[in-house]
């Protein structure tokens, strides 16, 4: 199921095997082989994430190998007890969950942990009929950005900027220029993150990541409320700050109309103070969710 469904997912983005081998840096021959559930664990979980392909009905965790790990925890079972149950040696079971071994001994220990698992379906663009470009670029309007600025301060980094979008700051990674929010090292006090909806969960995980890894200081988001994924439960829901806005915000579209959402909306911050924050629900109608749920630790 997995390796039919990844080939799928693949084609679905219109990707041939070579785009998809010079993503994620190996050789057209190793997708091949890959999509026939032959190579190693590595460039399936890189494939994975280049296509943005999840697994539901596993559990919690960024990868499929933490995944398996935290699904067999759960169960209460060692690693000796799930690698007898799925005929591999324990050595290999540990390898796995570090994210090594093989296609084959992976998919072993995914139909013995979690045979009912399948693929999360892929996140929808939240806006109507367009061209996916032309949904993808709606532009944060220069009255919503006003608050930001006044309760953040200046932006230092738009991660994911257009040319023609009112926000301001010192540095916009724009597609058109060569640059790539997904890859290249942010930077800066503050960010300010409007991504493309239709890949709101890797837009998410980046953000986090930067942000955690001590890149980047504070970082505000403006985003769909779309709360589903485990990812969001286990990391983000404990590490950011959620701000439900009340009423929609009109995004503007590259010939400058204005576009309210059909969505509800909200504002994510990771590492802003309370002061900030306070002068924000000032400013902006709706409200911070309260932090009484126990932080990750
Ligand atoms: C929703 S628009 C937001 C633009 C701007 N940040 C704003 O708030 O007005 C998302 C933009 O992300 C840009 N984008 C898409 N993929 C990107 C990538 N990998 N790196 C940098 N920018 C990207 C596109 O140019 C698109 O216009």
């Given at each position: 199921m997995l390796i039919a469904e990844l080939r799928e997912a693949r084609r679905a983005k219109g990707w041939t095997q070579a785009r998809l081998a010079e993503r994620i840096g190996v050789s057209s021959q190793t997708v091949k082989r890959l999509e026939k559930g032959i190579g190693s664990t590595s460039n399936l979980l890189a494939s994975m994430r280049a296509l943005e392909f999840t697994l539901t009905?596993?559990?919690?965790?960024?990868?499929l190998t933490e995944q398996l790990q935290a699904r067999r925890r759960r169960q209460g079972l060692s690693m000796a007890e799930v690698a007898m149950r799925a005929k591999l040696s324990r050595t290999t079971v540990a390898d796995l969950e570090r994210g090594g071994g093989s296609v084959a001994s992976l998919l072993r220990l995914l139909d013995a942990l979690a045979p009912r698992a399948r693929r999360r379906a892929p996140e929808r663009?939240?806006?109507?009929?367009?061209e996916k470009a032309d949904r993808d670029s709606r532009f944060t309007p220069s009255s919503f950005l006003a608050p930001i600025y006044e309760a953040?301060?200046?932006?230092?980094?738009?991660?994911?900027?257009?040319?023609?979008?009112?926000v301001v700051a010192r540095r916009r990674l724009v597609p058109e220029h060569g640059a790539d929010g997904l890859t290249d090292t942010w930077t800066g006090r503050l960010v300010y993150l409007n991504p493309p909806f239709s890949q709101l969960l890797v837009w998410l995980r980046r953000a986090h990541e930067q942000w955690r890894a001590g890149n980047v200081e504070t970082v505000v988001g403006l985003v769909p409320?779309?709360?589903?994924?485990s990812w969001f439960h286990e990391v983000f829901s404990s590490d950011a700050d959620i701000f439900l806005l009340k009423g929609r915000v009109s995004f503007l579209d590259t010939k400058g109309k204005k576009q309210p959402t059909p969505f509800s909306l909200m504002i994510f911050t990771l590492g802003a103070g309370p002061e900030q924050k306070r002068r924000f629900a000032e400013l902006v109608p709706g409200f911070w969710l309260s932090r009484d749920h126990a932080p990750r630790d």
């Amino acid at each position: 199921m997995l390796i039919a469904e990844l080939r799928e997912a693949r084609r679905a983005k219109g990707w041939t095997q070579a785009r998809l081998a010079e993503r994620i840096g190996v050789s057209s021959q190793t997708v091949k082989r890959l999509e026939k559930g032959i190579g190693s664990t590595s460039n399936l979980l890189a494939s994975m994430r280049a296509l943005e392909f999840t697994l539901t009905g596993v559990g919690a965790g960024a990868t499929l190998t933490e995944q398996l790990q935290a699904r067999r925890r759960r169960q209460g079972l060692s690693m000796a007890e799930v690698a007898m149950r799925a005929k591999l040696s324990r050595t290999t079971v540990a390898d796995l969950e570090r994210g090594g071994g093989s296609v084959a001994s992976l998919l072993r220990l995914l139909d013995a942990l979690a045979p009912r698992a399948r693929r999360r379906a892929p996140e929808r663009a939240y806006w109507g009929q367009a061209e996916k470009a032309d949904r993808d670029s709606r532009f944060t309007p220069s009255s919503f950005l006003a608050p930001i600025y006044e309760a953040f301060g200046a932006i230092d980094l738009d991660p994911c900027g257009h040319e023609l979008s009112p926000v301001v700051a010192r540095r916009r990674l724009v597609p058109e220029h060569g640059a790539d929010g997904l890859t290249d090292t942010w930077t800066g006090r503050l960010v300010y993150l409007n991504p493309p909806f239709s890949q709101l969960l890797v837009w998410l995980r980046r953000a986090h990541e930067q942000w955690r890894a001590g890149n980047v200081e504070t970082v505000v988001g403006l985003v769909p409320v779309r709360t589903d994924s485990s990812w969001f439960h286990e990391v983000f829901s404990s590490d950011a700050d959620i701000f439900l806005l009340k009423g929609r915000v009109s995004f503007l579209d590259t010939k400058g109309k204005k576009q309210p959402t059909p969505f509800s909306l909200m504002i994510f911050t990771l590492g802003a103070g309370p002061e900030q924050k306070r002068r924000f629900a000032e400013l902006v109608p709706g409200f911070w969710l309260s932090r009484d749920h126990a932080p990750r630790d």
